[in-house]
C-alpha cells in the first residue's frame, strides 16, 4: 500500500528558501502523478503543483510560478518541492499527494484525483 510522508518544512524569512520532500514507500512512485497542495490558516486547500509520473506534464499554480520548482527521482522514490522567494503568503500546511494524472480543470488541480495523502509539513514564512 502506497504511503507518502513529507518533510523539509520549517520557518524561514521572507526571500528565503525550502525544498520539501515527498518520500514514497510501500509501493514504487514510477506509475503516479504527485501533486503539492497547501492549506493556509482559515483558508480552504489549493493546489501548488503537480507532476506526472513521466515528468512530462508539470503544472504550477500562478501564484507560485517562476519561484518553486516540482521534481522527481524515481530512484528513490521522492518528489521535490523546491521552494525560493518564499513570501508570508506561502504560509501552511504543505501536503503531498498521489494520484494517475497531472491535469488541470477550471485553474485548479481536483483534488478528488489524488490518494493517498501525506499528513502534511509546516511551512512558515516570516520575519
Known amino acids: 500500500q502506497l504511503q507518502l510522508v513529507e518533510s523539509g518544512g520549517g520557518l524561514v524569512q521572507p526571500g528565503g528558501s525550502l525544498r520539501l520532500s515527498c518520500a514514497a514507500s510501500?509501493?514504487?512512485?514510477?506509475?503516479?502523478?504527485i501533486g503539492w497542495f497547501r492549506q493556509a490558516p482559515g483558508r480552504e486547500r489549493e493546489g501548488v503543483s503537480c507532476i506526472s509520473a513521466s515528468a512530462g506534464s508539470i503544472y504550477y499554480a500562478d501564484s507560485v510560478k517562476g519561484r518553486f520548482t516540482i521534481s522527481r527521482d524515481n530512484a528513490v522514490n521522492t518528489v521535490y518541492l523546491q521552494m525560493n522567494s518564499l513570501k508570508p503568503e506561502d504560509t501552511g500546511v504543505y501536503y503531498c499527494?498521489?494520484?494517475?494524472?497531472?491535469?488541470?480543470?477550471?485553474?485548479?488541480?481536483?483534488?478528488?484525483?489524488?490518494?493517498?495523502w501525506g499528513q502534511g509539513t509546516q511551512v512558515t514564512v516570516s520575519s
Open positions: 499527494a498521489a494520484g494517475p494524472l497531472c491535469r488541470v480543470v477550471r485553474d485548479l488541480l481536483p483534488e478528488s484525483d489524488y490518494d493517498p
Open positions: 510501500g509501493v514504487t512512485l514510477d506509475y503516479y502523478a
